[in-house]
């Protein structure tokens, strides 16, 4: 596709459930990020990848965030056990790892509501 | 890792006056710096970076930033802001070696008439 494609685009789910985000970044970029951003905060770093492993996970806030990416393309956050807290935007990036063309294209985000 | 610091988390204005949002890194390696946009209700916009080569480079919407090497800084600036900059502006910094990318926390521009 043209560009970073996240879905669902909203995720209502109750809390203790589990969820799972999908990111499908530009064709051909090698790396790609998660990130968190709550209202009226920055996005916050959970984890980046670089071809199919996680090259910095130490965003990740606790063992219920989980991200893979098993082909090097798509990638998916996984959430075991859903509480309130985790309620917030999640944003998925991707960029070509190349020193003329570096720069980070987001998706419009999945807005995930613990209730 | 690297980290950033805005150090204003909101800025008002009024339309057509001169603004500055500030932007420190801090980082062990070398680093490329982005300015991004985030207008009420959409996704993140590229509004500048700093790749290499001249210090001051220029945006879209009127927008630059000057890469300060010696402060660790890349502050935004545009001479005269319209209303339609009402807007949150993040400054980013990532790492040259392996893309590697930090937000700092934001700062709202609002412009008002």
């Known amino acids: 596709g043209a560009g970073v494609s996240q879905t669902p685009s909203n995720k209502v789910t109750e809390k203790g459930k589990y969820v799972e985000l999908r990111c499908d970044p530009i064709?051909?970029?090698?790396?790609l990020y998660w990130y968190r951003q709550s209202l009226g905060q920055g996005p916050e770093f959970l984890i980046y990848f670089q071809g199919t492993g996680a090259a910095d996970d130490s965003g990740l806030p606790n063992d219920r965030f989980f991200a893979v990416r098993p082909e090097g393309s798509v990638s998916t956050l996984k959430i075991q056990r859903t509480e309130r807290g985790d309620s917030a935007v999640y944003l998925c990036?991707?960029?070509?790892?190349?020193?003329?063309?570096?720069?980070?294209?987001f998706g419009q985000g999945t807005r995930l509501t613990v209730v | 890792a690297q980290s950033v610091t805005q150090l204003d988390s909101q800025v008002p204005v009024f339309e057509e006056a001169p603004v500055e949002l500030r932007c420190n890194y801090s980082?062990?390696?070398?680093?490329?710096l982005f300015w991004y946009v985030q207008y009420p209700n959409q996704g993140l916009q590229l509004l500048l970076k700093y790749l290499s080569g001249s210090t001051l480079v220029k945006g879209i919407n009127g927008f630059e930033a000057e890469f300060n090497k010696s402060q660790t800084s890349f502050h935004l600036r545009k001479p005269s802001v319209h209303i339609s900059d009402t807007a949150e502006y993040f400054c980013?910094?990532?790492?040259?070696?392996?893309?590697?990318?930090?937000f700092g926390a934001g700062t709202r521009l609002t412009v008002k008439p």
């Open positions: 980082s062990s390696v070398s680093v490329y």
């Open positions: 980013a910094v990532m790492r040259e070696e392996n893309n590697d990318m930090r």
């Open positions: 064709s051909g970029h090698t790396a």
């Open positions: 990036a991707s960029s070509l790892f190349a020193q003329t063309q570096t720069e980070a294209f």
